[in-house]
Each structure stands twice: as C-alpha cells, then as structure tokens.
C-alpha cells in the first residue's frame, strides 16, 4: 500500500509566466520544488521569451485572474505567496482585492518592472498603483535597484543610498525591505536588508562573471517565499534566499544563447537542499 507524504506547505505565485523556462513562474515553481514546498500559481500574464529577449505577452483578462484566486483559495492552505510581474494597474487591482479577500500568509512583493533585454513587464502607470496599493500589503518587497529607484525617486549610488531608500520605502508602508545589489558596478554583490524591527544589515558575496542571471530576482523572492512557509523567521528566510541564489548562479548551465537561466541543481549540489522532508 502506497504512503501519502503530506509534510509539503502550500505556496502560490502570482505572476507572467517565461516560455523560456527562466524567469517568472518557471523559475518560482522549480525553486519552490528545490525548497521542498508544494508550488501554486496565478497566471496574470503570458509572454513569449527566451534567454535573448521578451518577444510578446498578454495579459490574462481579470475575471481569469479573479477564477485562479477562487479556485487556489478553495483547495489549498497556502502558507505564503509573493508577487511577480503584474504588467498594468488594473492587474495590480486585482491581485491587491484578491490579497484582501483571502488569507494567503505573508506577501513578498517582488516588483518587476523591466525584464534584462529591456522590455517593460510594468506600465509606466502602474508603478504608482503599485506604490499606493500593493506596497502597504507587503511583508517583504524586494526591488533591484532601478526599481527602487522608481519606487522613491531616489538615486542609489553608495551604501548611505541603498538605507535612505530602505526606509523610504518602508514609510511608504512595506514592512521589510530588501533592495537587491546586482545592477552595482563592482567584483561584489551586496543586498541591503531592513527589517521592520529596525535590524538592519548586508549580505555580500563576490560577483560571478556570468551572463546566466535571467530570473535571479524571482528566485530569490520564490527561495524566501518558501523558507518562510516552512516556518523559518524572516532574516534566516532571506539569508536562505541569498544563497540559495548566489549558488544557482555560480554553476551556470548552458541553454540557449542569450541571458542563460539559473542553475537550480546547483543548490542541492552544495547542500543547501530542504532537509526537512
Ligand atoms: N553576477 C552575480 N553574481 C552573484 N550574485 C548576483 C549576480 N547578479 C545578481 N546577483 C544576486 O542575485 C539577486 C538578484 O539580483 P538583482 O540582479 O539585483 O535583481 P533582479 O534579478 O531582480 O534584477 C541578488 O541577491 C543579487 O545580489
Ligand atoms: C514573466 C517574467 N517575469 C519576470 C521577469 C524578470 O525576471 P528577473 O529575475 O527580475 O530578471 P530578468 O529575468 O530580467 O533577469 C521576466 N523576465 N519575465
């Protein structure tokens, strides 16, 4: 007789899916499979991508997003959820309502604004609906820099930046913050983390000279998603999510021929692998 493991937290994703297999949804679901919880996903957009560039997408009408909500909320106990690529301010809506509605478990708002090949997952508009609605619902927001700085209109050059805009942004009503230090200029890689308690520190790692970085943002989020629904405090949750994702990238793989997807193998290689099982 079969054994049913029933151990996994539920989790959801609500983003644009990457027919390429790197970024958005693609890359949640296989982190959220890495770290050993059971993945879900509201579909707000669809694009046609590979590792070169975004070629199309579309946004799923909202009574299909609101569907996907209902259907999630009836079946699963979802522990926690983050948000990824949410394309126009009426999507943004949306998911805000539907955050409301139900009780999902801490948010991370990861706001996606432009993909690497420079196409807008955003509109210009929806960055204040964000700012105004989707921000005061965030446990977690974790912007890279040039998202931040569209948050806050503040520019981050050095250190004294990346805290200046941390807190701007918590006034604007995120609890946590984590800005991202991939987009810096240097042989490291350090993120700033603020936390709601008013602790506050840095996470460095040297820079890996690889062009195979696509969906190193929705990695990490989805990696902090995860630990969080397995119950771990949220400063432990985003030290995870930094290693989780500097070993992904250290390992790169060869696919495609472009911007090359993370190597989430790579983190079970190292031991870095949900024990708890
Ligand atoms: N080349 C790299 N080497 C090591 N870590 C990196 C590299 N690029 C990004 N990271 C890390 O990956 C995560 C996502 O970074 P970032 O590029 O800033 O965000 P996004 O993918 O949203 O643009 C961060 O933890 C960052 O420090
Ligand atoms: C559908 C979709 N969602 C998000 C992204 C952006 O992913 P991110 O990890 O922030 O960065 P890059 O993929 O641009 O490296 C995306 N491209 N597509």
Redesign the pocket.
């Known amino acids: 007789m079969s054994k049913t493991i029933n151990s996994f937290p539920e989790v959801l994703t609500i983003?644009?899916?990457?027919s390429g297999g790197?970024?958005?949804?693609m890359?949640d679901l296989k982190t959220f499979q890495a770290r050993h919880v059971f993945g879900t996903a509201v579909v707000v957009?669809v694009?046609a991508?590979n590792t070169l560039d975004?070629q199309a997408s579309k946004l799923m009408p909202q009574s299909l997003i609101n569907a996907q909500f209902a259907a999630i909320a009836e079946d699963f106990q979802i522990r926690a959820c983050k948000t990824?690529?949410l394309g126009n301010s009426n999507r943004v809506r949306a998911v805000v309502q539907n955050l409301k509605k139900y009780n999902f478990g801490p948010i991370i708002v990861?706001p996606?604004m432009?993909?690497?090949g420079g196409t807008a997952?955003l509109s210009e508009e929806a960055i204040v609906t964000v700012k105004r609605e989707l921000l005061p619902l965030a446990t977690l927001i974790t912007p890279?820099i040039p998202e931040a700085e569209k948050l806050t209109g503040q520019h981050i050059e050095n250190k004294v930046d990346f805290q200046k805009t941390a807190r701007i942004l918590q006034n604007l009503g995120a609890q946590n913050v984590l800005i991202k230090g991939g987009h810096q200029n240097s042989d490291t890689v350090s993120d700033y983390v603020l936390l709601a308690n008013q602790t506050h520190f840095w996470l460095t790692k040297p820079r890996t000279h690889t062009n195979c970085?696509?969906?190193?943002?929705?990695?990490i989020s989805a990696c902090i998603t995860a630990e969080l629904a397995h119950g771990a405090d949220l400063a432990t949750a985003i030290r995870c999510g930094k290693n989780y994702v500097t070993a992904t990238i250290e390992h790169p793989i060869q696919v495609g021929h472009g911007?090359g997807p993370l190597n989430h193998w790579a983190a079970q290689k190292e031991g870095l692998a949900y024990e708890k099982i």
């Open positions: 983003a644009g899916t990457d790197g970024a958005g949804i890359a957009a694009t991508q975004v990824g690529m990861d996606v432009i993909a690497k997952l890279n970085t696509h969906g190193t943002g929705d990695t911007h």
